[in-house]
């Protein structure tokens, strides 16, 4: 059930993605301003910048906003099919982590959607989380140091 990491690893690349473009946003406001004035922002003394270098400045941020922008899209066209393929897994073991893990909902309702009881929907995410902590510490071993045992 690696699939949930792979989800969530997306999704956190999707949330800075967009916080970067927020920043570059903010970063193209500035480059505006010294296109007008001439002046640096942060700079207290008046610090005269050539236009054209001011342009350039301009036209870096814009270029940089468009690839964020680009790779945001794949990113999330990348999450949609992930989800798209998570929803045709078939067994009810798939269908409760995806609905407990990815769509956050709570078990009782899982068990009411899928038309099992609690205590079994309950059982069986038990047995998924049983499963991740095996699996977890077969991915990563503890390290004995020497000397011990």
Known sequence: MDFVRTYNDITKEIEILELRLIDLEDELKEARKLCFSGRLPSDPLPVHVPLDKALEYYDAVVQRIGE??????????????????????????????????????????????????????????????????????IDFPSVKQEGTF
């Open 68 to 137: 964020t922008s680009n790779r945001l899209e794949a990113k999330k066209l990348i999450r949609k099919k992930i989800e798209a393929n998570i929803r045709g897994f078939q067994g009810i073991e798939y269908q409760v982590a995806y609905m407990r893990d990815i769509e956050r909902k709570p078990l009782y309702k899982i068990a009411d959607e899928l038309g099992y009881s609690y205590d079994w929907i309950k059982k069986i995410s038990s047995r998924i989380r049983s499963a991740k902590r095996v699996k977890s510490k």
